[in-house]
């Protein structure tokens, strides 16, 4: 898990990217990544464990990390009906319009 400024509303399940730095907690930035994001940043950080708004702090599961089942939008499948956790990057969901 990483702490991370959030700089969008943001839901839980939402895959996030690095879009700067706060100089005063010391920890990324991170948006929504929606297609206008993604042409900047390039890069998928982490997954939102929750709801936020713009200016919260809050913590992300990134690579390596094992989230809840159901809590990263994936769809319905083995891991589901196994009873297996998901892991956050594997079954994030790109947005519609991303490469």
Do not use: F, N
């Not at 200016?55 to 589901?80: K, L, N």
Request: some cysteine; hydrophobic content about 35%; aromatic content about 4%.
């Amino acid at each position: 898990m990483l702490k991370c400024k959030i700089m969008t509303a943001v839901a839980m399940g939402d895959a996030l990217c690095v879009t700067g730095y706060d100089d005063v907690g010391g920890i990324p930035q991170v948006s929504k990544a929606i297609p206008a994001v993604l042409a900047s940043s390039r890069t998928i950080l982490g997954v939102a464990q929750g709801d936020g708004s713009p200016g919260d702090t809050e913590e992300i599961w990134v690579a390596g990390d094992v989230a809840p089942q159901g809590t990263t939008s994936q769809h319905t499948g083995y891991r589901e009906s196994s009873g297996a956790p998901d892991t956050a990057l594997q079954c994030a969901p790109l947005p519609v319009g991303v490469p």
